[in-house]
């Protein structure tokens, strides 16, 4: 008798799917929360979603535009900590696709390029060897191949270990980040997207944003699965 594997069902209503590859049913799709009307560079709720917020105008982020899936919130959240921590890689495709779903709309709304090169936010060693895996890295590289841009895994480098974020004040986020990222490859003149699994006060992405700044890069654009708002 013929029985399903979790692969074939779906994360979150847990029935069979009809492409496995997908992860989560077109039902589930059609059922996650709407995005709220939000800035279109730095993501957080506004009143005018097609242009930069008053946040963003008195002090623009160091990219253009932020795309992210769904807020921090269930269901989307719940599989993000359990991707991350309870060692489920094979949650990245179905994410990934997701957010993938977010980047055409803007992009078919001709609010963003097509990146040439997509980045992610990089582990350090000992993290990644306690993970056994860089969750940013496994979303970005599906990613990269369906928008037909060149994933460049090893551009960024995270040259220290710094302490986990998530108990630090918005300042404390930022001293700790300083100084704990390179830029080992040349992007000058290119078309940028740069991938993280969460932002949340947006120090780490502004910390590595700076970074290809200095590069001279044409245009940097966020992607995340799921921003704080």
């Known amino acids: 008798m013929f029985s399903l594997t979790l692969a074939s069902r779906c ?3 847990h029935q069979p799917l009809q492409l496995a590859r ?3 049913c077109s039902l589930c799709v059609r059922q996650l929360s709407p995005l709220p009307p939000c800035c279109p560079r730095c993501g957080l709720p506004s009143a005018h979603p097609r242009t930069p917020c008053g946040r963003c105008l008195l002090n623009p982020p160091p990219w253009q535009s932020l795309i992210f899936a769904s807020p ?3 269901p989307l959240s719940s599989l ?3 991707f991350k921590y309870a060692a489920a890689p094979e949650l990245a495709t179905p994410l990934a696709r997701l957010l993938l779903l977010r980047w055409l709309a803007r992009w078919r709304a001709g609010e963003v390029v097509r990146p040439e090169v997509v980045l992610s936010i990089p582990l350090h060693r ?3 060897r306690q993970r056994g895996y860089n969750q940013a890295d496994l979303l970005a590289r599906p990613l990269a191949k369906w928008i037909g ?3 460049r895994p090893h551009a960024l480098l995270r040259q220290r270990a710094t302490p986990p974020q998530q108990l630090l004040s918005e300042a404390e986020r930022r001293r700790n980040l300083h100084r704990a990222f390179r830029c080992i490859q040349p992007l000058a003149g290119k078309h940028i997207a740069l991938l993280d699994d969460v932002v949340t006060t947006g120090s780490t992405i502004s910390e590595v944003s700076n970074i290809l700044n200095k590069q001279k890069i044409a245009s940097l654009q966020i992607w995340c699965i799921c921003r704080t708002l």
């Open 11 to 13: 994360w979150l209503c």
């Open 80 to 82: 993000l900590l359990r």
């Open 126 to 128: 000992q993290r990644y």
């Open 22 to 24: 997908h992860g989560i």
């Open 72 to 74: 921090y919130q269930p």
């Open 149 to 151: 841009g060149h994933y």
